[in-house]
């Protein structure tokens, strides 16, 4: 199959972890016999510099003609006195709003090998496995009116759904939760804001239509605690943008660390694909950056816009194997292991690893 991906490497560790991801899907491409094909694209601080815009009109071109965006980083401290509409954190929601997509998915795992990296027990996380399910388009992100006014001392943002966003969003949840373990976790904050009154009663409304899964609500302040406290019991959670932004980084103690974290957000006219860790600035250009994030973004990119079920699983199970034997950048080496790869040596386990399983596979075709 062809494929045209955009890459928006952006600030900080972006290039370089973006680099590998691109690595992977150049081999599964090879492997496969497909024509992945890629763009590089400008967006955030180095669209900036470049052109005084955190996304550029050729930017949003060149995504809207992909397949998929894979982007890898936004955020630069250089431009910290920007207002939030000017910051390179801008060409990303921007960029968001163009393609469309609502449904922001973003996997939490803990992998064996990782145990002793959470500062959770191993006995806490072990077994977990959690999707979120981040509403994107909406809530405090985007509502209106939001200002500053610096002169009267007064600052407002504005939390607003309709019951059709919520319907959108909440059905990729239950769908999603049918074709996992059928339990879905629905985030609110209902016994003080009406818009999560509207969110509620617009799941419990859905239920009905998917029979199979089994929903509870949570209010979002002991659904933080209930996170690091029983991880193993969730499956599918579904949130609004904020509480959604805030749980998935909090569940990056589940992982061991946010560098392991992949996302996807589907739903609009192009998928658009980005680890959920950010820029790192303070280690950027340094080769200690954890590609993996990154790389288990790719694996998405093939499940979400390829249909290549089986090719990802392969780049998740070679990401398992690296870890399985003791390879560790510096932000997943805890407890009794160090650093012991940089990001570009990470990237080649990985390749390697994979290469190995699909050599494995075409030898087992062809017996
Ligand atoms: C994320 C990030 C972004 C967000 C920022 C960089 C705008 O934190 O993807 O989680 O808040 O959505
Ligand atoms: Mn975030």
């Known amino acids: 199959m062809k494929l045209k991906i955009a890459t928006l490497a952006g600030d900080g560790i972006g290039p370089e972890v973006t680099h590998e991801a691109q690595n992977i899907l150049t081999a599964v491409a090879e492997a496969g016999g497909h024509e992945f094909v890629f763009t590089e694209a400008l967006i955030g601080g180095v669209a900036i510099t470049a052109h005084g815009t955190p996304l550029p009109q050729a930017t949003i071109d060149i995504c809207l003609d992909s397949d998929a965006v894979l982007l890898g980083a936004v955020g630069d401290n250089k431009f910290n006195a920007l207002s939030p509409d000017k910051r390179p954190e801008a060409g990303l929601l921007q960029i968001r709003q163009v393609l469309g997509g609502f449904a922001n998915l973003r996997p939490s795992v803990a992998y064996p090998a990782l145990s002793e990296n959470s500062p959770l027990r191993p006995e806490v996380t072990k077994g977990a496995d959690i999707l979120f399910v981040r509403e994107l388009l909406g809530g405090l992100y985007f509502g209106q009116p939001r200002w500053w006014n610096k002169e009267s001392g007064e600052a407002i943002n504005t939390m607003r759904y ?206």
């Open 162 to 367: 309709t019951k059709s966003e919520v319907v959108r969003v909440a059905r990729v949840a239950f769908e999603l939760a049918q074709k996992r373990r059928k339990k879905l976790t629905s985030v609110d904050k209902a016994n003080v804001l009406e818009v999560s009154q509207l969110w509620r009663a617009t799941v419990d409304e859905l239920k009905a239509d998917y029979p199979d899964v089994t929903v509870e609500h949570q209010l979002v302040d002991s659904m933080a605690m209930h996170l690091m406290n029983v991880p193993r019991n969730f499956d599918v959670v579904l949130t609004e943008n904020l509480f959604g932004d805030i749980l998935s980084d909090e569940s990056g103690i589940i992982t061991g660390s946010l560098g392991m974290l992949p996302s996807a957000t589907i739903g609009g006219t192009v998928n658009l694909y980005e680890p959920v860790h950010g820029s790192a600035p303070d280690i950027a250009g340094q080769g200690k950056a954890n590609p993996l994030g990154a790389i288990l973004t790719a694996a998405m990119v093939l499940r979400h816009s390829a249909n290549l079920e089986q090719e990802a699983k392969a780049i998740e199970a070679a990401v398992v194997k690296v870890l399985d034997a003791g390879h560790r950048t510096a932000d997943i080496a805890r407890g009794n292991t160090s650093a012991n790869v940089t990001t570009q040596q990470m990237g080649k386990l990985v390749h390697s690893a994979l290469a190995e399983s699909i050599d494995r596979q075409q030898s087992l075709h062809a017996v």
